[in-house]
């Protein structure tokens, strides 16, 4: 009788857990983590599900650096780890930022045609929200950091 209690315990505890919505916060972390696992394993094409529309340039043009041989290495070090560090909505909900720590990963140089291995690394995404909808802005980046003048 005891493990019947237990049971309809458990299938209770389930069932109202399940049908909480999830917060922003936590909506924006899973993204994160989403994202990244997919983004530091060269899956480009998963990563783009979670990406706005401006970041599909840059995640197509990566997409064509990859080389058989960097998979081959991914293959041999084993999947990147990510975990979240920080993350901060602002005021309107609208944007969003997110740190990230990636373990065991590689960065691709498309210019020199090379990948580097990092034991560790953080990134820092930034958040949009369309259509109830939080997805990532990966832009290419600026070269030195800094903004075009156009």
């Not at 922003?24 to 994160?32: F, K």
């Not at 990859?66 to 609208?94: F, H, W």
Request: charged share 20%; with cysteine.
């Amino acid at each position: 009788m005891n493990k019947l209690y237990t049971l309809i315990y458990s299938v209770l505890i389930f069932t109202c857990l399940s049908c909480q919505q999830q917060t922003p916060q936590t909506q924006i972390e899973q993204t994160t983590i989403d994202f990244c696992e997919a983004f530091y394993n060269f899956n480009y094409p998963a990563a783009k599900a979670w990406s706005t529309p401006s970041s599909l340039s840059y995640l197509s043009f990566l997409a064509s650096n990859v080389r058989q041989t960097y998979l081959d290495q991914l293959k041999t070090r084993g999947a990147a780890k990510v975990s979240v560090i920080s993350s901060e909505i602002d005021a309107n909900s609208e944007e969003a930022t997110v740190v990230c720590q990636i373990k065991n990963t590689f960065v691709i140089n498309p210019v020199e045609g090379k990948i580097e291995y990092m034991s560790s690394l953080q990134d820092t995404l930034q958040f949009v929200r369309e259509n109830n909808k939080w997805l990532v802005k990966k832009d290419i980046p600026q070269q030195n950091g800094k903004q075009s003048h156009d």
